[in-house]
């Protein structure tokens, strides 16, 4: 088919795909909820049960894999633009393993229990992280540039995830409430961490889709987007600026998603071809359906135990 009828049938598909799957992620679980059931419990008219399994547990949880996927998803579009790697994710700039360490620091000193405790320690590990891996991809001769940038993160995210394992295994009874979140999982998820981390990740997606068109020339070459008027350094401080913040709020609220921020940019970019202008917001949009749905699956392929969203 032409392009344009295959980006024609890739928006409706989209357009359809993400309200599927968040009545999917409301109406399966442990316990079950018919359509009819669903709809009178939104309405106010569902039993004291059906009421608790809606408002308390599946809303929050469904609320915060959209967040988190649209996160992530616009975080590995911006990883692959600025690098130019297809390859690359957000996990490259050792977001994941600044937030996992912060985490493992905060069990095993602080006493900290429970995913909700999590929130602002994952957060605040990723942002440091992100920073010191700038400033070491900085040093040296010259300007930063992505190979640099690249190493240097992956080079740290391998330093700090040995360290975060060998606090774990010192102690794995104080880590049994890691293990849930270090999986990645939205099993537990409330709002009162999303709310922290929101305004964050909001923030993250505006700095997204401002940078569109400067990611559009830097595809050609930092020297062909110079030559076009691009301002490089402000672009790639405002890449990094903008991963930090989705990456990180992502892993704060949901724990190390791996895989979303890598394979969704690719399917868009099948789809509706390489402008960035397309690429970043329809990241955001298929991007929660790809967790959302794996969400669903991990509810019910070994019932009634549940499997982590992230494996």
Same mark, same amino acid.
């Given at each position: 088919?032409?392009?344009? !009828?295959? #980006?024609?049938?890739?928006?409706?598909?989209? $357009?359809?795909?993400?309200?599927?799957?968040?009545?999917?992620?409301?109406?399966?679980?442990?316990?079950?909820?018919?359509? /009819? /059931?669903? *709809?009178?419990?939104?309405?106010?008219?569902?039993?004291?049960?059906?009421?608790?399994?809606?408002?308390?547990? #599946?809303?929050?949880?469904?609320?915060?894999?959209?967040?988190?996927?649209?996160?992530?998803?616009?975080?590995?579009?911006?990883?692959?633009?600025?690098?130019?790697?297809?390859?690359?994710?957000?996990?490259? &700039?050792?977001?994941?393993?600044?937030?996992?360490?912060?985490?493992?620091?905060?069990?095993?000193?602080?006493?900290?229990?429970?995913?909700?405790?999590?929130?602002?320690?994952?957060?605040?590990?990723?942002?440091?992280?992100?920073?010191?891996?700038?400033?070491?991809?900085?040093?040296?001769?010259?300007?930063?540039?992505?190979?640099?940038?690249?190493? /240097?993160?992956? !080079?740290?995210?391998?330093?700090?995830?040995?360290?975060?394992?060998?606090?774990?295994?010192?102690?794995?009874?104080?880590?049994?409430?890691?293990?849930? *979140?270090?999986?990645?999982?939205?099993?537990?998820?409330?709002?009162?961490?999303?709310?922290?981390?929101?305004?964050?990740?909001?923030?993250?997606? =505006?700095? !997204?889709?401002?940078?569109?068109?400067?990611?559009?020339?830097?595809?050609?070459?930092?020297?062909?987007?110079?030559?076009?008027?691009? #301002? $490089?350094?402000?672009?790639?401080?405002?890449?990094?600026?903008?991963?930090?913040?989705? !990456?990180?709020?992502?892993? /704060?609220?949901?724990?190390?998603?791996?895989?979303?921020?890598?394979? +969704?940019?690719?399917?868009?970019? *099948?789809?509706?071809? $390489?402008?960035? #202008?397309?690429?970043?917001?329809?990241?955001?949009?298929?991007?929660? =359906? +790809?967790? &959302?749905?794996?969400? =669903?699956?991990?509810?019910?392929?070994?019932?009634?135990?549940?499997?982590?969203?992230?494996?």
């Amino acid at each position: 088919r032409s392009p344009r !009828a295959r #980006r024609r049938a890739g928006l409706v598909c989209l $357009v359809a795909a993400l309200p599927l799957s968040v009545i999917l992620s409301l109406a399966i679980g442990a316990n079950p909820l018919s359509l /009819a /059931a669903l *709809w009178e419990t939104l309405q106010g008219q569902g039993t004291q049960e059906t009421m608790f399994v809606l408002f308390e547990l #599946r809303i929050p949880r469904t609320i915060v894999g959209i967040a988190a996927g649209a996160a992530l998803g616009v975080a590995g579009a911006l990883v692959q633009a600025f690098t130019r790697n297809p390859l690359a994710d957000p996990g490259i &700039l050792g977001v994941n393993a600044g937030a996992a360490l912060a985490v493992a620091l905060g069990v095993a000193f602080l006493g900290l229990r429970g995913a909700s405790s999590f929130v602002w320690l994952a957060f605040i590990g990723a942002l440091i992280v992100t920073a010191a891996v700038y400033l070491i991809g900085s040093s040296g001769r010259g300007a930063p540039d992505p190979i640099r940038l690249t190493l /240097a993160g992956v !080079a740290l995210g391998a330093v700090l995830s040995g360290i975060t394992t060998g606090l774990t295994l010192s102690n794995p009874d104080a880590f049994d409430s890691m293990r849930s *979140w270090n999986a990645g999982s939205l099993l537990g998820s409330g709002l009162d961490g999303l709310t922290v981390v929101l305004p964050c990740i909001l923030v993250g997606l =505006v700095i !997204a889709c401002a940078l569109a068109p400067g990611l559009n020339a830097v595809g050609l070459g930092e020297d062909v987007a110079r030559a076009q008027g691009a #301002r $490089v350094s402000a672009i790639r401080i405002g890449v990094i600026v903008a991963v930090t913040l989705l !990456a990180g709020g992502a892993t /704060a609220i949901a724990g190390p998603i791996s895989f979303v921020g890598l394979m +969704v940019p690719h399917v868009i970019r *099948w789809t509706f071809g $390489v402008n960035q #202008r397309l690429i970043i917001p329809l990241s955001a949009v298929l991007a929660p =359906v +790809v967790v &959302l749905l794996s969400d =669903v699956l991990g509810r019910v392929i070994i019932a009634p135990a549940e499997v982590p969203v992230g494996i």
